[in-house]
């Protein structure tokens, strides 16, 4: 049963490009939460992504969108970049019926912006 | 932001239990208290979750007061693949998940 999957694993662009990350869900989930990881830090809560539409979003400026596909995969897209958006960017997958399930995290995107 | 507080370190001996606190002081009736971990260069792993009882699994038992205030996460025989952060999240009734910076625990052999 594959769990998350996390597309590439590391990528390197220069400031002030666009880049898009790419995530599929463990089996039988239908949402998808982004977090970004700083070095030494804890994962941040970009948004999450439910049928299709951005239902819960963080602390985040407007260049992070996202989008999620009928087959519940799902997108990270970031404009514009900085130095600061270094990091590592984690996908984690749940399911959105009922309460409280556990979520599973892929081994995340290491993005180096330079 | 995480609204938990966790030593920023422990050590732990092979093989004996390792117990990771938590406080959790603004924890509210409806939230739940869950454990990741992360081993390094991977995504957070979930361990355990529990809301007041005492909850165990085949990974980890969780300790919580009967005021809810803190917890404990008790991992009953260390191995050295247990060396990793340890993250305690009181979820906050919404969809997201609230990192704090966690406890680096480190399993010497």
């Known amino acids: 049963d594959a769990g998350v999957t996390q597309s590439p694993t590391h990528l390197i662009k220069t400031r002030g490009q666009q880049v898009t990350l790419r995530c599929s869900p463990k089996?039988?989930?239908?949402?998808v939460s982004w977090y970004q990881q700083a070095l030494g830090q804890g994962p941040q809560f970009i948004f999450q992504?439910?049928?299709?539409?951005?239902?819960q979003r963080g602390n985040f400026p407007d260049r992070f969108s996202g989008h999620q596909f009928p087959n519940y995969s799902s997108e990270l897209n970031v404009n514009a970049l900085l130095l600061g958006d270094s990091a590592l960017y984690l996908c984690?997958?749940?399911?959105?019926?009922?309460?409280?399930?556990?979520?599973?995290f892929g081994s995340g995107t290491r993005l180096t912006v330079v | 932001d995480a609204k938990t507080t966790q030593p920023p370190s422990m050590d732990c001996a092979e093989g004996r239990a390792a117990n990771l606190p938590c406080n959790h002081s603004?924890?509210?009736?409806?939230?739940?208290v869950y454990w990741y971990r992360q081993i390094h260069s991977q995504g957070p792993q979930y361990i355990i979750h529990?809301?007041?009882n005492n909850e165990t699994n085949e990974m980890a038992s969780l300790i919580i007061t009967e005021d809810r205030k803190s917890s404990t996460l008790i991992l009953p025989h260390a191995t050295l693949r247990d060396t990793a952060v340890y993250y305690c999240?009181?979820?906050?009734?919404?969809?997201?998940?609230?990192f704090g910076t966690g406890t680096r625990l480190t399993v010497i052999p």
């Open positions: 984690a997958s749940s399911s959105g019926r009922g309460k409280y399930y556990g979520y599973t």
């Open positions: 089996s039988g989930h239908d949402t």
């Open positions: 992504y439910y049928e299709e539409e951005e239902r």
């Open positions: 603004t924890i509210s009736g409806n939230e739940y």
């Open positions: 529990g809301l007041k």
């Open positions: 999240i009181d979820r906050t009734g919404a969809n997201n998940l609230f």
